[in-house]
């Protein structure tokens, strides 16, 4: 840690990177000429940031990416750059100066989680209540179903639902 979000100089110009508007790399971004020196600059290997950007653009200029699929699902093409092609979600990075900033793990959201019931409870792959185990918030499937509208949307069915699940666990009389 930390992973590197790395681009180019035209993605800078065009969209906003970690809440600094589109212009230019915040002035928190590590920032260099070149590839091996931004490698340099962020500590990590110049020939395997070389590599992966070499693979990257290749990729990128065929519009697929084998690696990760970025672009294939209806939600990347909605959430990227529709004037783009032929990817909305991928383009060569070429143009100095090359920037990056660092991503550290955090949850802020997910679109998954334990299946419960209306009682909270955690259910087992039958559908049957897992005794004593119960679940609300972000460890449990979302209301929204496989989608994440955004931050705090969550957090009024994660109260109810720790409401909810708090009242039976107290009535089944085991810790949840």
């Keep these: 840690m930390p992973a590197w979000l790395v681009f180019d100089q035209a993605f800078a110009q065009r969209y906003p990177i970690a809440g600094s508007g589109p212009g230019a790399a915040p002035d928190w971004?590590?920032?260099?000429?070149?590839?091996?020196?931004?490698?340099?600059?962020?500590?990590?290997?110049?020939?395997?940031?070389?590599?992966?950007?070499?693979?990257?653009?290749?990729?990128?200029?065929?519009g697929q990416d084998p690696q990760f699929g970025r672009g294939e699902s209806p939600e990347d093409r909605f959430?990227?750059?529709?004037?783009?092609?032929?990817?909305?979600?991928?383009?060569?990075?070429?143009?100095?100066?090359?920037?990056?900033?660092?991503l550290h793990p955090g949850v802020l959201g997910t679109s998954g989680g334990l299946r419960t019931n209306a009682e909270g409870q955690v259910l087992d792959w039958t559908a049957a209540p897992i005794p004593g185990l119960y679940a609300a918030g972000?460890?449990?499937?979302?209301?929204?179903?496989?989608?994440?509208?955004?931050?705090?949307?969550?957090?009024?069915?994660?109260?109810?639902?720790?409401?909810?699940?708090?009242?039976?666990?107290?009535?089944?009389g085991r810790p949840g």
């Design 29 to 62: 971004a590590r920032t260099a000429d070149t590839v091996d020196e931004l490698a340099a600059a962020c500590g990590i290997d110049a020939t395997g940031l070389r590599s992966t950007i070499e693979r990257f653009n290749r990729d990128a200029a065929t």
């Design 79 to 102: 959430l990227g750059d529709a004037g783009h092609t032929p990817n909305p979600c991928l383009a060569p990075l070429a143009a100095p100066p090359f920037s990056a900033v660092p």
């Design 138 to 172: 972000n460890v449990s499937a979302s209301v929204f179903r496989n989608t994440y509208p955004g931050g705090g949307a969550t957090i009024g069915s994660a109260i109810t639902r720790a409401f909810t699940a708090g009242a039976a666990a107290a009535v089944d």
